[in-house]
């Protein structure tokens, strides 16, 4: 939950200052003195703010799964990494032999570990889209408040090319002094973009009310 929430926290930050910038672009040149209150509405509307919402959310939690699914295929090696020293490794308590007996068991642990990894991929796709769906659910409550439908922007494709340009920055360890020294690295390092797995109907949340959101005075989509 705690890498989860940094995660959360790192790309929310980015899609903020990401939308920022472009809401500033278009702006005149010269500085705008206005209230910081009547900045923001001038440069993203509520229908502006809720799609932005929208952005934010695809790049969170495409970066959820991603990570989640690069540390399930680290598990999944290291099982057969595992399985593959059978026998061959000092601490093991199986003896190398020829027999049949070796070989079936070393079947026997890899096969167990794909259905592990299976399962987990199960869980970790069926836990995406029940976020999904609250996220959509929340947000008809942001339409109904600003009293307009707003096309979603909610774009997890675009969140996982986006995701290819990233890098992130780690600060060196004071132990040897290097504090000051900054490394960069490709955020891909850190997520893995598997497949998506089927997941069962009967372990996904219910979807909210899909009637069209109650509005006084209804507005174009945008």
């Known amino acids: 939950m705690r890498q989860f929430t940094a995660i959360a926290l790192m790309f929310g930050l980015v899609i903020s200052v990401a939308a920022t910038a472009r809401a500033g672009s278009t702006t005149r040149g010269d500085l705008d003195s206005s209230p910081v209150t009547s900045r923001i509405t001038k440069y993203c509307d509520p229908v502006c703010e809720v799609q932005t919402q929208d952005s934010a959310f695809s790049l969170v939690i495409e970066a959820y799964r991603q990570f989640q699914s690069r540390q399930i295929q680290i598990d999944y090696e290291s099982r057969l990494r595992a399985a593959a020293g059978l026998g061959k490794d000092a601490d093991t308590l199986v003896i190398d032999t020829k027999?049949?007996?070796?070989?079936?068991?070393?079947?026997?642990?890899?096969?167990?570990?794909?259905?592990?990894?299976?399962?987990?991929?199960?869980?970790?796709?069926?836990?995406?889209?029940?976020?999904?769906?609250?996220?959509?659910?929340?947000?008809?409550?942001?339409?109904?408040?600003?009293?307009?439908?707003?096309?979603?922007?909610?774009?997890?494709?675009?969140?996982?090319?986006?995701?290819?340009?990233?890098r992130m920055l780690t600060l060196g360890s004071p132990v040897n002094a290097s504090i000051q020294e900054v490394t960069s690295t490709p955020a891909a390092d850190v997520f893995l973009d598997s497949a998506p797995v089927p997941v069962r109907p009967e372990d996904l949340v219910g979807p909210c009310d899909d009637a069209p959101v109650s509005i006084t005075a209804p507005g174009p989509a945008r």
Request: some cysteine; charged content about 30%; proline content about 0%.
């Open 99 to 166: 027999l049949n007996s070796a070989q079936t068991m070393r079947s026997w642990i890899e096969a167990l570990a794909d259905k592990e990894r299976q399962l987990r991929l199960q869980q970790l796709q069926t836990r995406v889209a029940n976020f999904t769906t609250v996220y959509h659910c929340a947000r008809k409550g942001d339409e109904e408040a600003i009293q307009e439908t707003v096309v979603s922007k909610v774009d997890v494709d675009a969140a996982a090319e986006q995701l290819k340009t990233l």
